[in-house]
C-alpha cells in the first residue's frame, strides 16, 4: 500500500534541515521498499511570497491527503505579524487545528554521546528520558476573544484568552495517561492551579482521569517551580503533561537538557493518528542556508512519522540507531560541538546518517 508523505520545509533553515530528512527517509524508502511517496507544499512565509497566505488551500487539502507530515519550521522577521502568520486559522497554528492535531510528544532523550554538550552537569543528566505531552489546539494560543482593542480612553488593550473545556482536558490527559501505562507509569501534570481556573479545572480532570489509571502514579506540580526543577534534577521527570503554552515553553527548556534545542523532535497527532512531525525549534533566520543548523531532530521526526503513522517500527528504529552512529563517531553541527569532536556542517550531517543507516537495514 502507498503511504503519502508531505513535506513542508518553510522558512529559515526550514529547507536546510528538511532536505536532509528526505533523503534519509528517501534512502530507507528505497531499500526497504516501504511504499512512501513524497509530495511538497508551500506554508509560512514562503507561502505567504508565493500565494499570498502562510496557509494556502492548495497546502491544506494535500495535507488533509497525507498519511504523515514532516514540517520544518516558519516564520521569520518579514513574516511574522499576527495578522499574516500567526492567527488559530493561518500559518502553522491553522495547520494544527485544521487537522484537530491536538496530541503533541515531545521526547526530550539524552544521546549518552551528547552530556558535555547538555546545559547541565553530566551527572544531573545522565539517563535523561523525559516525554512532554502538550495541548497543541487549544489553551490561550487559540482562546477567543482575542486582539488588540481601543478603549474609550484611547489607550490601547490587548486580549487573549485562556481556555479549556473539559472534553479537550480529557483527550490530552488520556494520550498522556497512556503514554505513562507504557513507560514507567509516572506522570506529572504541570498546571497553574494556584491562580488560574483554566487550570484548576485542568487539575479536576487529570484527579478524575487517575481513577481509571491506578497503575498510573500521577503528581501535579506549578509551572514555575516545574521550569526551576526542570534543571535542579530533571531525572524526577518521566511523563509531563500540560498546556500548549506551558508545554511550548518547558520543551524548548528541556531541549538544551539534551545538549540542543536542534536534538528535540516531535510528532502532533489527531484522533485518527494521522500526525505532523516536525522539529521543537523554529526556522532560526540567524543560521538559514549557511550549513549551520542541526538537521538531527527533523531526521528524528521523520523516524516518528514512520513509527506512529505508519507502524513501521522497524525503519523508525534504523534511523535512530543511525542517529546514535553519527554521534558515535563525534560529528557535531555548531550548537553540539564540544571539544574532542569533529565540526560538521547540516549536509555532512545528513549524508553521514544516511551512510550509517546502510548498516541498520
Ligand atoms: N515550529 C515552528 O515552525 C516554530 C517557528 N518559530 C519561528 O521561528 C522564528 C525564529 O524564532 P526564535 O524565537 O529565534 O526560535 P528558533 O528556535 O528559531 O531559534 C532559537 C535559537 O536556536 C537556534 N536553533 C534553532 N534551531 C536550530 C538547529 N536546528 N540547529 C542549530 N541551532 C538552532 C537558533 O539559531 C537561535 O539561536 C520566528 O519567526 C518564530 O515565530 C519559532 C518556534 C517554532
Ligand atoms: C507557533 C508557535 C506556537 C510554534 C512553537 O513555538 C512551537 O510549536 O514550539
Ligand atoms: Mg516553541
Not at 491506578?214 to 503533561?241: C, G, K, T
Request: hydrophobic share 40%.
Amino acid at each position: 500500500m502507498t503511504q503519502r508523505v508531505l513535506f513542508l520545509p518553510g522558512d529559515g533553515i526550514g529547507p536546510d534541515i528538511i532536505e536532509q530528512a528526505r533523503a534519509v527517509l528517501g534512502h530507507a524508502n528505497e531499500r526497504l521498499s516501504l511504499g512512501l511517496d513524497f509530495d511538497e507544499a508551500l506554508v509560512g512565509g514562503a507561502a505567504i511570497e508565493a500565494a499570498g497566505t502562510a496557509l494556502p488551500d492548495d497546502t491544506m487539502s494535500r495535507a488533509r491527503e497525507a498519511g504523515g507530515i514532516l514540517l520544518g519550521a516558519v516564520g521569520g522577521p518579514k513574516w511574522d505579524h499576527l495578522e499574516m502568520a500567526n492567527r488559530p486559522e493561518k500559518g502553522l497554528l491553522g495547520l494544527r487545528s485544521g487537522l484537530g492535531l491536538f496530541a503533541n510528544l515531545r521526547p526530550a532523550f539524552l544521546y549518552p554521546q551528547l552530556a558535555e554538550a547538555s546545559s547541565l552537569r553530566p551527572e544531573v543528566v545522565s539517563g535523561l528520558d523525559i516525554l512532554i505531552v502538550r495541548e497543541l489546539t487549544g489553551g490561550i494560543y487559540f482562546g477567543q476573544p482575542r486582539g488588540v482593542e481601543t478603549l474609550e480612553s484611547g489607550e490601547r488593550e490587548g486580549i487573549n484568552t485562556y481556555r479549556y473545556n473539559e472534553s479537550e482536558i480529557r483527550r490530552i490527559g488520556r494520550v498522556a495517561f497512556e503514554s505513562a501505562r507504557q513507560r514507567n507509569g509516572r506522570l506529572c501534570s504541570i498546571d497553574k492551579a494556584n491562580v488560574l481556573e483554566v487550570t484548576a479545572l485542568w487539575r479536576e480532570v487529570m484527579e478524575d482521569l487517575a481513577r481509571e489509571y491506578p497503575d498510573v502514579e500521577l503528581s501535579h506540580m506549578y509551572v514555575d517551580n516545574a521550569a526551576m526543577q526542570l534543571v535542579r534534577d530533571p531525572n524526577q521527570f518521566d511523563v509531563i503533561v500540560t498546556g500548549n503554552m506551558f508545554g511550548d515553553i518547558l520543551s524548548d527548556e528541556a531541549a538544551m537538557l539534551t545538549g540542543s534545542i536542534g536534538m528535540l523532535p516531535s510528532a502532533a497527532l489527531n484522533e485518527s493518528k494521522q500526525g505532523m512531525y516536525e522539529p521543537c525549534h523554529g526556522s532560526a533566520p540567524d543560521i538559514a542556508g549557511q550549513d549551520k543548523a542541526n538537521p538531527l531532530a527533523t531526521i528524528l521526526s521523520g523516524a516518528m512519522m514512520l513509527r506512529y503513522s505508519f507502524g513501521m517500527e522497524g525503519a523508525a528504529g534504523a534511523i535512530e540507531k543511525a542517529v546514535q552512529d553519527v554521534l558515535e563517531q563525534g560529528l557535531r553541527t555548531p550548537d553540539i560541538h564540544f571539544e574532542g569532536t569533529q565540526l560538521v556542517g547540516t549536509r555532512a550531517m545528513g549524508e553521514a546518517v544516511l551512510s550509517a543507516l546502510d548498516t541498520h537495514l
